[in-house]
């Protein structure tokens, strides 16, 4: 190995496994390492600190190690200053440039430590004169200036929590939960999302079909009327299925009242994604009195916000649906600013899609009675993603019924 750097790690290293991570990435990138210092805490709330010399063959390999480690945490002792080059082309970065992760980031620009703007994975970091932010690779243009190698660039974990107190976000810091008390864990959500809108935050949701299948569309429709929902990320199927059950009181076909299906229930779905079109938009389809009650009509008539980005599979789609997903992603970008708590609920490909643009320090939760969504989420770095494998019917009746006094499930 013929180049080296120290780094710095401090945190819970031990009891979350953080360090062995650290050390099995520096193995499995080609690198090797020499730990030169290790205090850890004694006390439950104390943190450990770690110096570590990696060594890598050449600069360029070292380079990507560093910048893989940085997603654990990971700082260089003396990370320099940045260096940036101009971009040469739309749409492509320069083949050095830094890779982000989801961490708060700060970059050195001459003395200064500058702070990114919107955190986010898997973009570049682009410098605009005193200031940088985050950019996807299909919106950087040439000659822009793209932060290169890992120099000049340090990030900083989330804060963990901890608290003896039953009503306490202190789930937040396990993994996937099955066994644990739904009732205790719905609790502690609603906590958060009333501490967050007391606090004029958002809270967003991103949800699936699921939701409207389980019957338990009413209760989300409640939690909207009531302020619960500030912006909703779905596909095209979840508003294509709600507006067909407050068409039709069918999902999929299935009369949602008696669970079974009924006489041409397949074609609900996209007679109602016709009528909809004829309408020329969800907005349009509740101002011409087509369409009376449900989520899409909960959340145009209170005001709150809403992306429904589509695939290649949709039906139709809903007019209000972008088919192009670059444009979707930049739509569903410009709604995270305020967001201080996000849900995702029955939906693998969206939640993955949110986690990517999301901030570490924004809290998410995900509900899916498939465990895999969650750990898909943080196996592509939403490490502070933490699942509840429940039904989703039973589980957001429950959150309305803790959140809103009075209400009853049908």
Request: glycine letters at 12%; a negative charge.
């Amino acid at each position: 190995m013929s180049v080296s750097e120290t780094v710095e790690v401090s945190g819970h290293l031990m009891d979350t496994g953080l360090l062995a991570r650290v050390l099995d990435d520096v193995l499995g990138y080609g690198g090797d390492y020499r730990i030169d210092r290790l205090d850890v805490g004694r006390a439950h709330d104390d943190e450990s600190q770690a110096k570590i010399t990696i060594s890598a063959e050449d600069d360029e390999a070292l380079q990507r190690l560093l910048m893989r480690l940085q997603a654990h945490g990971v700082n260089q002792v003396d990370p320099g200053e940045a260096v940036t080059r101009a971009c040469e082309r739309d749409g492509v970065f320069p083949d050095d440039f830094y890779s982000t992760t989801n961490l708060e980031t700060v970059v050195r620009l001459g003395n200064q430590w500058v702070p990114v703007e919107h955190p986010e994975m898997d973009c570049g970091l682009v410098v605009f004169g005193s200031r940088v932010r985050t950019v996807p690779v299909s919106d950087i243009l040439a000659g822009e200036a793209v932060v290169c190698g890992a120099s000049g660039v340090k990030v900083v974990l989330p804060a963990r929590e901890h608290s003896t107190s039953a009503d306490s976000f202190e789930f937040m810091s396990s993994t996937v939960s099955s066994e644990k008390p739904q009732a205790l864990l719905v609790r502690q959500i609603a906590a958060r999302m009333r501490e967050v809108q007391g606090d004029g935050g958002r809270i967003l949701w991103v949800g699936g079909p699921g939701i409207v299948h389980t019957g338990a569309a009413p209760a989300f429709t409640a939690l909207v009327a009531a302020g619960y929902v500030n912006v909703l990320f779905a596909g095209n199927a979840l508003a294509t299925h709600d507006i067909e059950s407050a068409l039709y009181g069918t999902s999929l076909g299935v009369d949602l009242a008696h669970g079974r299906g009924v006489e041409h229930g397949h074609e609900h779905h996209i007679r109602a994604i016709n009528t909809i079109r004829r309408c020329g938009s969800i907005a349009e389809a509740i101002a011409q009195g087509v369409l009376t009650g449900g989520i899409m009509h909960g959340l145009v008539t209170g005001g709150h916000d809403f992306v429904l980005v589509g695939s290649v599979r949709d039906d139709g789609p809903l007019p209000d649906v972008y088919t192009d997903v670059i444009e979707g992603q930049r739509a569903m970008r410009a709604q995270l600013h305020g967001v201080g708590f996000a849900i995702m609920v029955a939906t693998t490909l969206h939640s993955i899609a949110t986690g990517n643009i999301l901030p570490a320090s924004i809290p998410l939760v995900c509900v899916d009675i498939n465990p895999a969504t969650v750990t898909k989420l943080a196996d592509r770095g939403s490490s502070q993603a933490i699942g509840i494998v429940t039904d989703i019917g039973l589980f957001l009746e429950q959150l309305a019924m803790e959140l809103l006094p009075g209400f009853t499930s049908a």
